[in-house]
């Protein structure tokens, strides 16, 4: 839980603004534009937006969110969503329309901060995954205010991250109780529950489309990444060999290769496609000095992107697919 707690203190310090001073915010949200042609992250009660190619900050979007934990596009680029609130008293989500980063909607019914958020890829459905225990589903429309459609229900402690299988058929979210949770998109219910994970799990990630079940990635506390077919309830394999807690993943467009990376401050390149008998780890390498919380790979693959505890966001380049 110690990541747990420190992940917290980032939001809880940025907020205490007169008591405590931060030098930068941490980057604990990271995304490229599905187009390629920004990077956004996490600011202090805004946006920033960077250049794919430097990584410089070429503009910031005002939020009114004391902290913004989470950020979203929707797959054919009109939306961004963030969202956070307030530790410990609510949690809110703003809809901006992209790339002119105006304001467009307000809206969230959580009673603590929200720390994860996705949406479908029809663009017709948001997730909101909070530290209140619950996950919220909402109706997205153009011109009206997204509407709570459902409420996911059944974990014991914060709910730390969640995601849309690709095929739209599910949802799956990842807790600080130790479990990932799998959910009807249409109606709600609670499909089964997978608790292999010993510690909190704070990062969950799908593989690109490929042939066959979906297959989606988890990480956190207890060092290891366990990738899953979360609808057939199956656990493909596990990946060790990690010496610290672990905050995020990014798959490869191509769905190849997943990243991994945490407390240690490195990012792991691991082999999509290696069988259950090896842990897949080709190759590691640092990205400063501290704690990695967001990675995001861009959509040509050719970049990866890495957001940290001083508030920095570095760049490293990857090999084309051979």
Not at 82 to 88: M, R, S, T, V
Not at 210 to 226: H, I, K, L, N
Request: proline share 7%; charged share 20%.
């Amino acid at each position: 839980m110690r990541s747990a707690v420190r992940c917290m203190m980032a939001g809880v310090l940025a907020w205490m603004g007169g008591c405590l001073t931060l030098p930068a915010v941490p980057v604990t949200a990271l995304v490229y534009s599905p187009d390629g042609s920004a990077l956004v992250n996490n600011g202090d009660r805004a946006i920033e937006v960077r250049s794919p190619k430097d990584a410089t900050v070429q503009r910031r979007i005002e939020c009114p969110l004391p902290r913004v934990a989470a950020l979203a596009f929707s797959p054919d680029g009109h939306w961004l969503v963030a969202a956070g609130g307030e530790p410990g008293v609510r949690g809110e989500a703003v809809l901006f329309s992209w790339p002119e980063g105006v304001l467009k909607h307000r809206f969230g019914k959580h009673e603590d901060l929200i720390m994860g958020v996705a949406i479908d890829l029809a663009a017709k459905r948001l997730v909101t995954a909070s530290a209140d225990h619950s996950a919220k589903v909402w109706s997205l429309g153009d011109g009206v205010a997204p509407a709570e459609s459902l409420i996911l229900t059944g974990h014991s402690a914060p709910v730390l991250a969640v995601a849309f299988s690709p095929g739209d058929g599910s949802i799956v979210s990842a807790s600080a109780d130790r479990s990932l949770k799998v959910w009807s998109a249409a109606d709600g219910k609670l499909l089964r529950s997978l608790g292999h994970h010993t510690e909190a799990v704070h990062a969950l990630a799908f593989r690109p489309s490929r042939e066959g079940p979906a297959t989606c990635a988890s990480a956190g506390d207890d060092r290891t990444v366990r990738v899953w077919q979360p609808e057939i309830g199956r656990m493909v394999r596990i990946v060790r060999n990690h010496d610290g807690p672990l905050l995020a993943l990014a798959w490869s467009p191509d769905g190849r290769h997943l990243f991994s990376a945490g407390h240690e401050g490195l990012i792991r390149r691991i082999d999509g496609d290696s069988d259950g008998d090896s842990d897949g780890i080709g190759k590691e390498w640092g990205s400063g000095a501290d704690w990695i919380y967001a990675l995001g790979v861009s959509p040509d693959g050719s970049t990866l992107a890495a957001g940290d505890w001083t508030g920095g966001v570095k760049l490293h380049p990857l090999p084309p697919a051979e």
